[in-house]
């Protein structure tokens, strides 16, 4: 079947899957070597567009699978939120938001230091400024009232790397643009082999960092520009901490923001040093080559035709689905659903558009995914339509597992 990297809401031709190197084309294999948690839910950034993109990146590597656990919304109960973070080999953060309870903080911590590892992702730096242990982790942060109190600015100089207490507040951004990031450690094995220097797509580029910065190596910077009312710095851009025995990978790039055109996520540089970074603090070392297609000193490389895929696309590529195809597809669905799931009359109008590919002519596999989905997320209005396909040997299981977790009502 004919899938392209970061299928969600990334590519919409296969001209651009052609163009890909390796490390960005790969489809995700069922016994990947590691796991990964992708923990979203609240965020100043558009976290249901950024969750999925991340697991398609990590999965695409076919050195993870990834789970994303979702946060309850800002204001909520958040007591219940006990990820078990010791079925993973890394936990990358999407998340910048509520506290999390103290016994999810300690068990994080312990994580960590136990030799955990960690990719801490553009505003996840922004969260938890009260968190002494946290900002242990991130090394620098910024914004959530952080100032000297939390440490110093780190900047490049021209005699390498400046610490500054002086007061002031940490974390700011000028306009967003596209920049060129330079490697200022080419021995690390998540910048071995990449160009010196390579331009990436539009992003913010955070500035005004600051923190603890210990046990930090900062393997990037970026010139702040002071024409994109910037602060005139080469400012860190990808950094790694050591926390215990556990390894960090900070990256500031790839920011979120609609749901059409995102290019700090399209860009390769950013692909690429996310899916290395995830391997390195899972593993401690990087396997993965770098691509012929990633940017250059002068040059962009990214995804041109980039949008969400529609319901009825996604569902048009279902339709075919066959045990052992990639499940990519499958993916698809789910994320959109859980993307666009309000419980009232946005999820009716998917709900309407999965009871009748129920009846019609896609695949059995197919439907049965379906059959799942609306166990988790259908009405009585799917009843009469699940009922049907008891009437099919083939569907009768799901069909009948899906309206009794709809109804309440188990048969023995």
């Known amino acids: 079947m004919k899938k392209f990297f970061l299928s969600f809401i990334i590519l919409a031709g296969i001209f651009s899957f052609i163009l890909l190197a390796p490390s960005c084309t790969k489809s995700p294999v ?77 068990a994080f911590e312990a994580y960590v230091s136990g030799g955990g590892g960690v990719v801490v992702y553009h505003a996840a730096d922004n969260s938890f400024s009260d968190w002494k242990e946290y900002n242990k982790m991130i090394g620098l942060g910024g914004w959530g009232d952080r100032n000297e109190k939390d440490g110093p600015y780190v900047t490049w100089k021209t005699d390498g790397f400046v610490r500054d207490s002086s007061p002031g507040a940490g974390g ?112 401690g070392v990087v396997t993965q080559a770098v691509p012929e297609v990633f940017p250059t000193i002068v040059t962009e490389s990214k995804w041109t035709l980039y949008r969400p895929f529609t319901l009825p696309e996604i569902l048009s590529n279902l339709k075919d689905y066959k045990s052992g195809d990639t499940r990519y597809n499958l993916q698809d669905l789910t994320n959109y659903i859980r993307a666009n799931y309000d419980g009232g009359e946005k999820f009716a109008k998917i709900e309407k558009s999965l009871l009748e590919f129920l009846g019609g002519t896609g695949s059995v596999e197919a439907k049965n995914y379906i059959c799942k989905e609306l166990s988790v997320y259908g009405t009585e209005k799917a009843v009469p339509e699940l009922k049907k396909l008891l009437n099919n040997e083939e569907t009768a299981e799901m069909g009948r597992y899906a309206i009794e977790r709809i109804t309440g009502q188990y048969t023995n």
Not at 43 to 52: E, G, I, L, M, T
Not at 172 to 188: I, L, M, S, W, Y
Not at 265 to 271: E, H, R, V
Request: aromatic residues 8%; neutral net charge.
């Open 30 to 106: 069922s016994n990947a070597p590691n796991r990964a948690l992708i923990i979203t839910g609240q965020n100043n950034h558009n976290w249901k567009v950024s969750s999925p993109v991340l697991k398609q990146i990590l999965e695409n590597s076919e050195l993870f699978s990834a789970d994303i656990a979702q946060t309850p919304e800002a204001g909520k109960d958040m007591s219940k939120f006990k990820p078990d973070f010791s079925k993973y080999q890394v936990v990358v953060l999407d998340y910048n938001g509520d506290s999390w309870p103290a016994e999810t903080k300690t």
């Open 172 to 283: 700011t951004h000028g306009k967003q643009h596209a920049f060129r990031v330079t490697v200022r450690n080419a021995e690390h094995p998540i910048t071995k082999g990449l160009p010196a220097a390579w331009i990436h797509s539009q992003d913010e580029l955070y500035s005004k960092l600051r923190g603890p910065a210990e046990n930090m190596t900062i393997l990037a910077t970026a010139y702040a520009d002071t024409a994109q009312k910037g602060t005139g710095n080469h400012e860190p851009i990808l950094m790694t901490i050591n926390y215990g025995k556990g390894r960090i990978f900070h990256t500031v790039l790839g920011h979120a923001g609609d749901e059409t055109a995102n290019p700090a996520m399209q860009c390769i540089g950013f692909i690429v040093t996310l899916q290395r970074g995830a391997e390195w603090a899972a593993t």
